[in-house]
């Protein structure tokens, strides 16, 4: 295990001034260089996320729509038991509620405990598939997409032109939530509830066969309440 300079010049000061054995400054020296390397692995996981911004759950307003928001079942899944188990996780509700801001922090928690994320929105995985099927790499990019422990889909039901713009969303959507199913976990915000899919989608068929796939076993969350957002915007209105 390689060891920089610089820490070893900082165990070596430290086991002077503690006049350590030879057996705790192995042990220190070894354990340092670890640290350092899983700092890294973790630095080369977030940034491989690509996640949107630096929203964690520590820094989520939790007070705001406090009645309608289950802390403690959004902090059990930070354990990410559930990446384990390869389930997958379904948050539904309108604009403004923090959808985007939880799941990115449970995203990071999952980067922390060693597995592979990625984040992208609904329109952003459309475009790159849609690409794949012009250029005939459609196969590697459903492996790209798949090999990531948890995939986290944000904005899927918020713009309808998707579906004009890319006639194959649908059969898209379907590769992509088969070849996952069963063998990691997909995590979806939506704004649409499961039967308005069939009309988002434009394909009743492959709407119920993707919606079968994502929802089994899957925790479903729904949220209600104020938009955070709404709510900041009116009080920057109000300020003197």
Known sequence: ??????????????????????????????????????????????????????????????????????????????????????????????SGLGKSHLLQGLGRCACVQGFRVRYT???????????????????????????????????????RTERAVCPEAASLWYKIIDARSQRSSTALITNIDFESWAEYLGDAPLAMAMLDRVVDGATIIKLKGQSYRAHRSGDERTDP
């Open 1 to 94: 295990m390689a060891v920089s300079a610089e820490t070893l010049d900082a165990v070596l000061a430290q086991a002077e001034r503690e006049h350590w054995s030879p057996l705790l400054f192995a042990s220190r020296l070894l354990g340092a260089a670890a640290d350092r390397r899983r700092e890294r692995s973790l630095e080369r996981r977030l940034n491989e996320a690509r996640f949107r911004d630096g929203a964690t759950l520590e820094t989520f307003d939790w007070q705001f729509n406090a009645p309608t928001i289950a802390r403690g079942q959004i902090e059990e899944l930070a354990s990410c038991a559930f990446v384990r188990r390869h389930d997958n996780l379904i948050v539904v509700g309108q």
């Open 121 to 159: 929105t609904s329109a952003g995985l459309l475009q790159d598939l849609t690409a794949a099927l012009a250029d005939q790499t459609l196969a590697a990019r459903l492996r790209y997409w798949t090999n990531y422990d948890l995939l986290i889909i944000d904005e899927f039901g918020f713009d």
